[in-house]
């Protein structure tokens, strides 16, 4: 069964927050589809690139409509809950949350993998801050 650690201040995150007032969801709403979207990326792309999900797959597995989708995306990656890197999408911090779940998953069955996702999140977190190509990022608190 797989699984992503969650922690309870996850509702009062600035980026929740902001990804709320943005979308125009209930903290509820926010909340769910985030645990819903992780789990979607956990099952089908456990290094947690995005830029390999198809929108349209992802809208109808989420039951999102495409455009909602597509700019729910958009707002996630302007507030910085998704990466780019290399040209290609990330969730931010994937390893801190799944490594230990991908641990126990990989550690034997597939260890080159498992290092592979180690790696690819060591040289994310390494990489210089100013080195964001998502740098259309509001101010801290701007809705």
């Known amino acids: 069964m797989a ?5 309870q201040s996850l509702e009062r995150h600035p980026k929740i927050l902001l990804l ?8 509820n709403e926010t909340v769910g ?3 819903r979207f992780w789990w979607t ?4 792309s456990p290094n947690g690139e995005i830029s390999t999900l ?3 797959v992802m809208s109808e597995m989420l039951t999102v409509d495409l455009e909602t989708m597509q700019k729910t995306l958009a707002v ?6 998704v990466d780019e890197y290399n040209g290609k999408l990330y969730i931010h911090d994937w390893w801190d949350y799944v490594g230990r779940y991908l641990t126990s ?16 999140y060591r040289e994310i977190k390494r990489r210089p801050k100013g ?3 998502d740098k259309k990022r509001r101010p801290k608190g701007d809705p």
Not at 76 to 81: D, H, Q
Not at 108 to 114: I, T
Request: overall charge positive; charged content about 30%; aromatic content about 12%.
């Open 41 to 44: 990326v956990l099952e089908y």
């Open 3 to 7: 699984w992503i650690e969650s922690h």
């Open 54 to 56: 198809s929108t349209v």
């Open 33 to 35: 589809f985030l645990h």
């Open 131 to 133: 080195d964001l190509k």
């Open 76 to 81: 996630m990656r302007e507030i910085g809950l």
């Open 105 to 120: 998953k990989y550690h034997n069955a597939n260890p080159e993998f498992l290092n592979k996702i180690k790696e690819l």
């Open 20 to 27: 709320k007032a943005k979308m125009r969801w209930s903290k």
